[in-house]
């Protein structure tokens, strides 16, 4: 099975930014369309945002659309999640994988730890 690898979480300040970053152990490519989804504490998975495998569409959640940015660069296997204008309410472990209903996943990695905080 494909297994993930999320990097680039941390503590930030409201206001601040991270870019996330993502990589699997096959060809993102042959996965095809991708997302990113999050958990915040006491709450179940969401999507936040997806996109398409050559790039080119992308969705948003509501809290996400204009801050955040999901990109990929599938010659570096890589898929990446620009996040700024941060909020506490975005405090929440972030999972990359295939596009599809959470629920419906059954393979995660480890996820990247986000906070926003004072």
């Known amino acids: 099975q494909v297994q993930w690898i999320e990097s680039g979480g941390g503590l930030v300040q409201p206001g601040g930014s991270l870019k996330l970053s993502c990589t699997a152990s096959?060809?993102?490519?042959?996965?095809?369309?991708m997302a990113w989804y999050r958990q915040p504490p006491g709450q179940e998975r969401e999507m936040v945002a997806s996109?398409?495998?050559?790039?080119?569409?992308?969705t948003y959640a509501d809290h996400a659309k204009g801050r955040f940015a999901i990109s990929r660069d599938n010659a570096k296997n890589t898929m990446y999640l620009e996040m700024n204008n941060l909020k506490p309410e975005d405090t929440a472990i972030y999972y990359c994988?295939?596009?599809?209903?959470?629920?419906?996943?059954?393979?995660w990695g480890q996820g990247t730890q986000v906070t926003v905080s004072l």
């Open positions: 996109v398409s495998v050559a790039g080119s569409a992308t």
């Open positions: 096959g060809s993102i490519m042959r996965i095809g369309n």
């Open positions: 994988n295939e596009l599809n209903n959470p629920r419906k996943i059954h393979n």
